[in-house]
């Protein structure tokens, strides 16, 4: 295979358009991030429309936090694909798509990221570094929606 997949999946007690902001709105994920708090002096930069296509958010702090982009690529009701640019601690790139079913009593969400399989990949499994973060994560936004 030429790329590796982590996909996690969470349901929400809320609809499909109560979650939607959460994701395409790169600055709102500071509620609910399973990477939050990993340096409390990160240092944040915003552009474009927030929760459209072409915004994004780049980030640079500790050695936990390391450095990158994120680009909004896609927002349709039906979820939001995220480009990912890491540039420390080492380059890497990936896109990341949150996908919202409906379901009853509310949306069941898939994270999933799609990353090229790499020297690095093979060293440092994604699915064991990032698959608990995406659980994390998944649990952190079902509550901030629910909360409303």
Do not use: C
């Amino acid at each position: 295979m030429s790329t590796v997949t982590v996909e996690r999946h969470e349901h929400v007690a809320a609809p499909p358009a109560a979650v939607l902001p959460h994701l395409a709105d790169l600055s709102r994920w500071q509620g609910w991030s399973p990477w939050e708090g990993a340096d409390p002096d990160l240092h944040r930069e915003y552009a474009g429309e927030p929760g459209s296509v072409g915004a994004t958010y780049a980030w640079s702090g500790n050695r936990k936090a390391g450095a990158g982009s994120m680009r909004v690529t896609e927002v349709t009701p039906d979820g939001v694909v995220v480009a990912l640019e890491f540039t420390k601690p080492f380059r890497s790139s990936s896109v990341s798509r949150f996908v919202l079913v409906p379901s009853a009593g509310g949306t069941d969400v898939t994270w999933r990221m799609e990353s090229p399989r790499t020297v690095m990949t093979r060293i440092f499994p994604l699915e064991k570094l990032v698959g608990p973060d995406f659980e994390k994560g998944l649990r952190q936004l079902r509550a901030v929606v629910e909360r409303g």
